[in-house]
């Protein structure tokens, strides 16, 4: 890449918040990669990103799901509302690999359709690559630079599981896909399988009846107070197809957004990368690892308290157990 | 027996697909084929008539008058049926997404040669929904591309009764590669769906449903298991007429019958040897007339060259004659069924048909033929199908003369010397289409072409057929591109699934794939992050296959694969690679519109900054504009005679090493 500023994270920096596509494209090829090399470039570069952290830019929401619910086109769909308002949006695309071969199909880009012509939106998939289940680790990092330069980052993944857990600790709002008709996800709901999402969208409601029958089930089974408090989950009808009902979901997103901004936001960031932190020396040292550094709780704290830059933390922390782990061994 | 008493049956339609540069130079390839015996028209479009752009739209760089004839307006349609007579013609028009448009440009050229379009007799090919799954000269989303399909149905049927309206295919389902038992289940769906549709439209009374069953006819394919292939048409024959009576209720026998045409498959012709080609052919057209019960209505043959690209007149004549020999030559046409009372060919019609219900029934289970074109449910096991052909074909399973067995061959004097042994199109044609164009827009009254276009989104807003609106602006001078942008903007356009979402097939594990996947592992550990490929196919090409298998074969690899379908813009094709930090462009170009479109990719990339991403391409391109291509910074090209994925799959891995200065061999 031949990037005037490559080199200089300050220049780099710069270039990510003033939305020059070719930086941000390189840096999130950067942060995909594991080379020490290109770990030490990042590290400084989110020195540079990081400054003001306590007047965080940028909505990060999550949206999750069964596979077919219309995720994608749902996203699309509020691309155009949003570019309609003036907003800039990226999107991570978050689709599985295969356990066997580590290829992947990155389809979610198919029916996220936008005009070449349009420079404000940006559309970047990532495979799981089989990491327990969860999302791949870059997903934070890579959040992290989208926000600088965007308005809104929006993380799609097929949400079951680990995943699902993992992006409703990562986003500032989650918002939950129903595909009409399937119970599923209203037993899952109340059997407390699924993290409570922010706002709940039966998607397709042009399909009529099937999709007025699981709103009400919804309705019914979710209608209620968020755990964070102070807001009432809407459960919302959309059709990706004619357009139905996105309109009141943008505003039900901008609506969270308004709630969160400020001293909460900054506060909430900081745990979603104090979760991702953890997350990652779990995967790598196991629940010894966290133990050794007092334990997952005061280990969030301790992180929380801190200043933020992501991966001087991470490894810090990563120094700090292999020296213990040396030692227990000498 | 003497010679004067032995009654032959009369020969089916012989046909010969094509069409060129432009309207004239095509009106006088017609001409000679009639006077060399040919006895129908079967025109192929050049892609931006077939997707509804004008030759001087941007997206029509390259592709015009390619590989059909570009038809712009009512002008170029007169020009194309020059003297020759459209009241006493059977023409065919493979044309499904403008359809209505070319029809209607058909009977307003009729009415200006003093024809009466009740007269006319041919066939619209308008088979929307087969676009979405093989062909890929779709534009509108399914639903309004339906109706406008029963637009045409309802309104020839009632205003020009010899016509045939549509033309189900299964034909292009084969050549994506579905099974016999694939084409006859979906097929058969398409064409309830299509009825259902007609009978829900409300524009046919009840008692004149028959005759609209009674026009519907077929276009299907012949592959080389002759026998099955033989079967499968008895089988289709069968499964129509209790189809029709079944569930249409139609009594008279005569509207019931299955009547198709035939152009045999092309998909197992090879570039390597492509003599053998001929044996292929001719094996195929016996499947389709073997059975009398059976036997095709018209034909038509692909060239031995038919891997290498566009046949020469020569080479169409010579496939011309392989029909005229069987016709004539043989006593075929002196007997009654052959197959009439024979237990194997029974066993085997019934086995085909007992699949095809069954695969009907799934079909049903996923909403029907309509909702599986957006939920992907048949596409994907099409890509299924081929893969496992593919598959097939890498382990020796599946022989193919030539290409996995008997390979060593004498040189070929078809192929030898200077001739590339293929048609070119005249590098001018392009431009002087253009001209041509917009000299035909200066001469038109305007406001009659407004008034014309108003009516036309009323009508497409408000319901009502599309047909009447359609050829009063063939008369009043619209065009092609007028007239799609139109039925765009009321419309929308559509992106269809690719298929590629499929699980592993067969020899998963195999040696040659194990030692790829080790390579693309390493590759990627040695990069920092998993290799990444971005499939692009730009420009107006259809042609899927290729992507698709390349796709499949990839991820089965190791790769993560970015691949979003056909008809991407080059612009598009520079942006998803750049967004998505791929380590290779893999291009895939069928169409013969690989120098533009190479030329206008790089242009994209050096604009938005992508300089370091290798490119390499692949599809139906000749010798010469490979070393081209390569002059230009192609890294390798790939053509059908690289039938080994795996081969394929070493050498992107070869590609993307050296371009990050790795030791390529590793
Ligand atoms: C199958 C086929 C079709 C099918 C396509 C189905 C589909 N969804 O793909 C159907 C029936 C729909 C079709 C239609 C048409 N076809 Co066609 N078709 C063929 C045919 C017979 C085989 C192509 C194929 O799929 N091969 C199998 C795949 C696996 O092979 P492949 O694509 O070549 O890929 C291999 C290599 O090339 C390479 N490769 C290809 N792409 C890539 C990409 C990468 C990244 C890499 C690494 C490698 C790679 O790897 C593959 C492995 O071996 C060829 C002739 C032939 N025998 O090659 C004509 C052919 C390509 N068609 C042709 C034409 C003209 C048409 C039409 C335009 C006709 C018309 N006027 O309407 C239409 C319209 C299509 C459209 N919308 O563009 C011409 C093109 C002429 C030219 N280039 O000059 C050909 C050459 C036939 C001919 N001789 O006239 N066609
Ligand atoms: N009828 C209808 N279909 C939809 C709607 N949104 C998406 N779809 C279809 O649902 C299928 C899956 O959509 P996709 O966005 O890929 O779902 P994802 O897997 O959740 O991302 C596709 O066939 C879409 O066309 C909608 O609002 N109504
Ligand atoms: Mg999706």
Not at chain 1, 292 to 298: D, P, T
Not at chain 2, 478 to 491: C, D, I, K, N, P
Request: charged fraction near 25%.
């Amino acid at each position: 890449m031949s990037l005037p500023h490559a080199d200089d994270p300050a220049e780099l920096a710069a270039a990510i918040a003033a939305g020059d596509r070719a930086a941000i494209a390189h840096v999130l090829n950067l942060l995909d990669d594991r080379r020490d090399e290109a770990r030490k470039k990042t590290t400084a570069l989110l020195a540079h990103l990081q400054q003001d952290q306590d007047n965080p830019t940028g909505q990060l929401i999550g949206i999750t799901g069964p596979p077919g619910a219309g995720k994608s086109t749902l996203s699309a769909a509020l691309i155009r509302v949003w570019r309609a308002r003036g907003l800039r949006v990226a999107v991570l695309a978050v689709d599985p690999s295969s356990p066997i071969s580590g290829g992947a199909l990155l389809g979610d880009r198919l029916r996220m359709q936008t005009s070449t012509e349009d420079d404000g939106v940006f559309v970047r998939s990532l495979s799981s690559r089989g990491q327990f289940g969860g999302l791949s680790a870059e997903v934070w990092p890579m959040s992290v630079v989208m926000l600088a330069g965007f308005d809104i980052v929006l993380i799609e993944t097929v949400g079951v599981g680990q995943r699902e857990v993992d992006i409703a600790r990562l986003c500032d709002t989650t918002c939950y896909v129903a595909q009409p008709g399937s119970g599923d996800s209203v037993q899952f709901i109340k059997a407390g399988v699924l993290e409570v999402p922010h706002i709940l969208v039966v998607n397709k409601a042009d399909m009529g009846n099937l999709a007025t029958r699981t709103l009400s089930e919804l309705e019914a089974a979710l209608k209620r107070t968020h755990p964070d408090g102070h807001w009432q989950v809407p459960v919302l009808a959309t059709s990706a197809v004619d357009g139905t009902g996105i309109e009141t979901l943008a505003d039900a997103l901008e609506e969270h957004y308004q709630l969160l901004r400020g001293p909460q936001l900054a506060l909430r960031r900081k745990r979603y990368q104090a979760y991702w932190i953890h997350k990652r020396l779990l995967e790598e040292f196991g629940s010894f690892g966290i133990d050794q550094l007092g334990g997952e709780e005061s280990l969030l704290a301790q992180l929380q308290a801190q200043d933020m830059n992501l991966f001087k933390q991470y490894d810090a922390l990563r120094l700090r157990l292999y020296n213990r782990i040396q030692d227990t061994l000498e | 027996m003497s010679q004067e008493t032995v009654k032959r049956d009369r020969p089916w339609l012989m046909r010969t697909y094509s069409g060129h540069s432009s309207a004239k130079a095509s009106n006088a390839l017609y001409r000679t084929n009639l006077s060399r015996g040919q006895t129908g028209l079967s025109v192929a479009f050049d892609l931006p008539t077939q997707t509804g752009y004008d030759s001087d739209h941007p997206l029509a760089r390259g592709e015009v008058g390619k590989v059909g004839v570009p038809i712009n307006h009512i002008g170029d349609m007169e020009a194309l049926f020059h003297d020759i007579p459209l009241g006493q013609m059977n023409t065919s028009m493979t044309i499904n997404a403008t359809a209505p448009w070319l029809l209607a440009l058909y009977v307003a050229a009729a009415e200006r040669q003093g024809v009466d379009p009740a007269q006319l007799q041919g066939t619209t090919q308008n088979d929307v929904l087969k676009e979405y799954l093989s062909r890929g000269t779709y534009i509108f989303p399914p639903e309004p591309s339906v109706r406008l399909t029963t637009d045409l149905i309802t309104y020839t049927v009632e205003n020009i009764p010899k016509w045939n309206p549509t033309n189900i295919c299964s034909y292009h389902l084969q050549e994506a590669g579905a099974t016999p038992t694939q084409e006859l289940a979906y097929a058969l769906s398409t064409a309830t769906a299509i009825l259902d549709a007609v009978k829900a439209s409300g524009q046919v009374p009840d008692d004149r449903f028959g005759d609209v069953v009674g026009r519907i006819s077929f276009f299907v394919n012949a592959g080389i298991r002759f026998v099955e292939e033989t079967c499968k048409l008895r089988a289709f024959g069968r499964m129509w007429d209790t189809l029709t009576s079944e569930r249409y209720g139609v009594t008279n026998a005569k509207q019931r019958r299955f009547r198709y045409g035939v152009q045999v498959n092309s998909l197992g012709l090879t570039e390597p040897q492509p003599e053998n080609n001929v044996q292929r052919i001719v094996l195929e057209m016996l499947s389709v007339t073997l059975s009398k019960n059976a036997r095709a209505r018209a034909i038509q043959l692909p060239a031995w060259n038919e891997a290498l690209g566009l046949p020469r007149p020569w080479d169409q004549q010579w496939a011309l004659r392989m029909q005229q020999v069987l016709a004539l030559e043989t006593d075929l046409l002196e007997y009654g069924d052959l197959l009439d009372g024979s237990h194997v060919i029974e066993a085997k019609v019934q086995e085909l048909i007992d699949g095809a219900h069954e695969e009907m029934a799934r079909v049903d289970e996923h909403g029907g033929m309509v909702s599986c074109i957006d939920n992907g449910y048949v596409k994907r096991e099409l890509v299924q199908s081929h893969t496992r052909r593919l598959r097939n074909i890498e382990s020796g399973e599946l022989q193919i003369v030539g290409v996995n067995c008997y390979k060593e061959s004498a040189e070929s004097p078809l192929t030898a010397g200077d001739e590339s042994g293929i048609m070119k199109v005249d590098e001018r044609a392009e431009r002087e289409q253009i001209e041509s164009l917009q000299a035909f827009r200066a001469s038109r009254d305007d406001s009659k072409v407004k008034a014309a276009l108003q009516q036309l989104r009323a009508c497409a807003n408000d319901g009502s057929n599309i047909m009447p609106a359609s050829i009063e602006c063939a008369r009043a001078g619209v065009t092609t591109g007028e007239w799609s942008e139109v039925l765009r903007e009321v419309f929308g356009e559509f992106r269809a699934p690719t298929g590629i979402d499929i699980s592993p097939v067969g020899n998963g594990g195999s040696d040659a794939l194990e030692g790829v996947r080790r390579r693309v592992k390493k590759t990627g550990e040695e990069l920092g992050r998993p290799l990444r490929l971005l499939i692009g196919k730009p420009g107006l090409d259809g042609h899927s296959n290729g992507a698709e298998q390349i796709a499949v074969k990839g991820r089965d690899a190791g790769f993560e694969i970015v691949y979003e379908g056909i008809r991407l813009t080059p612009a598009q094709i520079a942006r998803a690679a750049q967004e998505e930090g791929v380590h290779l462009i893999g291009l895939s170009v069928l169409s013969g519109s690989h120098m533009e479109l190479v030329q206008d990719i790089n242009r994209e990339m050096e604009k938005i900054g992508v300089t370091d991403i290798p490119l390499i391409i692949g599809g139906i391109i000749p010798d010469e504009d490979a070393l081209a291509l390569q002059d230009q910074g192609v890294k390798a090209v790939f053509t059908p005679k690289d039938a080994d994925l795996n081969t394929i799959m070493n050498t992107m891995v070869t590609i993307i090493r050296e371009a990050n200065g790795l030791e390529p061999a590793a």
